[in-house]
Nanobody
Framework: QVQLVESGGGLVQAGDSLRLSCAAFGLGVSWFPMAWFRQVSGKERELVAAINWNGGRTYYVDSVKGRFAVSRDNAKNAVYLQMNSLKPEDTAVYYC???????????????????WGQGTQVTVSS
C-alpha cells in the first residue's frame, strides 16, 4: 500500500507561482508512473501532468504547457508540480496519483492509477 500526501496549495494571485509536493509513504514509488490531476467541483477530474518512473518522459495537458513542470525525486519518494504564471482557471483541488506498475511509459488514464492523495486546494484570484 502507498499513502500519498500533497502539500503546497494555497491562495495566490494571477501570475504568481506555486510548487506542489507529493510525498509517498509505505511502498517506494521509484518504479511507478505518477501524475497530478485536478478537479473543480461538479466537473470531472482532469489530468494535468504525468511522469514516468525516472522522469525521462512527461505529459502535460495543453492548457498548462509552458507554465507547469512535473518532476520527481525517487531518493525522497516524492513528486513535484511547479506551477508558474497561474491563472484563475487553474483553481482546483490538485491530486497526486501513483500507478502500481513497472513500466517506462507515461500513464494518462485516471483508471490506471491505484493510489491517490487527499488533494490540496489551489485558488488563483484575478
Amino acid at each position: 500500500q502507498v499513502q500519498l500526501v500533497e502539500s503546497g496549495g494555497g491562495l495566490v494571485q494571477a501570475g504568481d507561482s506555486l510548487r506542489l509536493s507529493c510525498a509517498a509513504f509505505g511502498l517506494g514509488v521509484s518504479w511507478f508512473p505518477m501524475a497530478w490531476f485536478r478537479q473543480v467541483s461538479g466537473k470531472e477530474r482532469e489530468l494535468v501532468a504525468a511522469i514516468n518512473w525516472n522522469g525521462g518522459r512527461t505529459y502535460y495537458v495543453d492548457s498548462v504547457k509552458g507554465r507547469f513542470a512535473v518532476s520527481r525525486d525517487n531518493a525522497k519518494n516524492a513528486v513535484y508540480l511547479q506551477m508558474n504564471s497561474l491563472k484563475p482557471e487553474d483553481t482546483a483541488v490538485y491530486y497526486c496519483a501513483a500507478d502500481h506498475a513497472t513500466t517506462n511509459v507515461v500513464v494518462t488514464t485516471p483508471e490506471d492509477y491505484d493510489y491517490w492523495g487527499q488533494g490540496t486546494q489551489v485558488t488563483v484570484s484575478s
